[in-house]
């Protein structure tokens, strides 16, 4: 039976086991799926030693993402543009690195009627979630893509490494008045996971404004329902990027395209 794992600190409540093995169903197959907690300072020696104990492939999560980046010997494009490694696999002896966040993010996006091209799109945050995604957005060919962060030096840094080859891309401080209508505000904090305050540029929510928050629950996000409390009408949470970017890794290793309509409705029960 293949072997596959999430990693990640914490991982105890990682939905990933769950996700794949409804994917495995599908598929006809069994697979061993399980969530190994593995801290920063023993990643490499812990990811080789799954591989020698024969894993065919690894989820990665945080904080780990960076580290699993720079673990790959072949990086795929997009992980090169994100400079982010979700995806953990052999290939002729070669540690192949991939990352799925992004195209699962869009994927998520179109299925909920969502396309980027010509939407004013701002994204908060400017973390691990922000620098995968960030890429994707782009090359969606948003009419503009504005980055908000509470350290703005990590907003320019993320805004400098891509505004030569889309000047689309800018960065609006957190005390500014935003005067362009947003159409989507993606939440990319880790503020209300860590149960902190976050503080929003003015302006940031019209009437026609979709809120995406990449964090997931089961009840509304306390991101979702600051966002409906200032008027906005579409509020989504992340798990669809999380069933999204599940099928795209479940695919790289088993050459299976799992369905994920529904799954999001069995996550949830
Ligand atoms: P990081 O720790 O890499 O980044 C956290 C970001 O949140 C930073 O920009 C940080 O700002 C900001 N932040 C934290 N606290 C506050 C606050 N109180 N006010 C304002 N900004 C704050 O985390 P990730 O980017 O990896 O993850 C962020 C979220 O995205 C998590 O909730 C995670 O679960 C979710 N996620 C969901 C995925 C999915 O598939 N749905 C995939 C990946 C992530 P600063 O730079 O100032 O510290």
Redesign the pocket.
Known sequence: MKKFAVIGSPIGHSLSPKIHSLFAEQAEIQINYEAIEIIENDFNSRVKQLFEDGYSGLNVT?PLKEKAFHYADMKSEDALLATSVNTLFIKDSIVCGETT?GR?LLLDLKSKGIEIEGLNVLIL??????KSVIPSLLSSNPNSLSVV???PE?AAELVKIHKQKNPEINQIGIDEKIHQEIDLVIN????S??G????LPEGIFGPKTTSYD???SKEATPFNLMAKKRGVKKTYD??G??IN?AALSFEIWNKFKPNVKGIDLKLRS
Request: cysteine-free.
């Open positions: 945080l966040d699962g945050g400017a973390g691990g979630s922000a962060n509470r350290t990590k990319s904090t880790s503020a996971t860590l902190e305050e976050l503080a990449l964090a997931y992340g798990l990027m999380l970017q």
